[in-house]
């Protein structure tokens, strides 16, 4: 599964105490690394409830290299952490499989990792999972880490569901709604509970790129904000600087069927829901007036459904760094 992600720089070979990167082979001239990791969280005991293992790799994948491309960079190989109290050998390739899996989605090379069984300290049929990616960007390139500016538009990419984010309140919902895994799912025809919520993170590294190299960088991008915790509220903000606002508009997308059951069983109000969960927006953009066509072309060549949900603007003393108008359309 490892040799299926090898890429120039790195045979994604397995075996030796480290992985080598090769980033002369990769075609940089002048880079600088950029590096991030992360994990899966609670959903990981939706997963083992529902005894559906393969796309948590991909979710780990995925909540590393989405943030890796916000300043511009490619990912290039990728690290995992498997932690078990007794191995269950088709689990662990369940796993290491949909690792693989993102990693061809995001090109990058599954290089190394680490399978740790800890006996007493994880009960039978637990694990956890972490991920680790770097990747590389030329000098020349790197995204202001505060690049958006009033004026400009931001654009949304369609998340595939939940993502891997609000999950201790996801089963708290599921919990309080009487429901099972293997129950039919209320908000997805043809789907158990379980599967429907397990819906892998999308992985946005090809079109983040796509658009940065058809708008000239940041001369038509001011930035990128991965929607993870947080949400709607305190993720974009981290693309601006203190002075700008950003003011959504949460009609101009439609709040997908789960996230509707997510708030009605749990009479969870927008406000909350726009602070833990994506809300059906897993990338936000924000681009240069004169460059919003392009980059969402670029995006929706690149296969993203996108929407224009917003706009940076300046921030009076004492006001939010995010508005969102149209609240009362989510209940």
Excluded at 111 to 131: F, H, K, N, Q, S
Excluded at 201 to 228: M, N, P, Q, S, W
Excluded at 240 to 260: C, E, M, N, Q, Y
Excluded at 315 to 323: K, L, M, Y
């Amino acid at each position: 599964m490892a040799a299926a992600t090898a890429r120039p720089g790195a045979d994604a070979a397995l075996g030796g105490f480290g992985g080598l990167f090769d980033l002369k082979a990769a075609g940089f001239e002048d880079p600088v690394l950029v590096a991030a990791t992360d994990g899966v969280g609670t959903k990981l005991a939706v997963a083992t409830a529902a005894g559906l293992h393969r796309g948590v790799g991909i979710d780990l994948v995925a909540m590393c290299v989405n943030d890796l491309v916000v300043p511009g960079a490619e990912p290039l190989f990728f690290l995992d952490y498997f932690a078990t109290g007794r191995l269950a050998p088709e689990i662990g390739a369940d796993v290491v499989a949909g690792i693989a899996d993102g990693c061809a989605m995001a090109g990058c090379a599954l290089i190394g990792g680490e399978t740790a069984e800890m006996p007493g300290l994880y009960r039978d049929g637990d694990y956890d999972v972490a991920g680790f990616a770097v990747g590389a960007v030329e000098r020349t390139k790197i995204l202001p880490a505060k690049g958006g500016q009033p004026g400009d538009i931001a654009l949304g990419m369609a998340s595939a569901g939940v993502h891997s984010n609000g999950f201790s309140l996801v089963r708290r919902v599921v919990e309080g709604s009487r429901l099972t895994y293997d129950d039919p799912a209320p908000f997805a025809s043809g789907l158990k509970l379980g599967e429907a919520l397990l819906t892998p993170t999308r992985i946005y590294v090809k079109a983040c790129l796509a658009a940065l190299e058809a708008a000239g960088g940041a001369d038509g991008v001011g930035g990128f904000a991965h929607i993870t915790g947080g949400g709607l509220i305190e993720n974009p903000p981290r693309a601006f600087g203190d002075d700008v606002a950003l003011h959504l508009d949460v009609t101009s997308w439609t709040l997908p069927p789960v996230f509707r059951w997510l708030a009605e069983t749990g009479g969870i109000e927008p406000m909350e829901m726009a602070r833990t969960f994506n809300c059906g927006i897993g990338m936000v953009v924000f681009v240069r007036p004169d460059a919003a066509d392009t980059v969402s072309a670029a995006l929706e060549a690149a296969g993203e459904t996108v929407f224009e949900i917003g706009t940076l603007g300046e921030r009076a003393p004492g006001a939010p760094s995010v508005t969102l108008d149209g609240l009362s359309s989510w209940t």
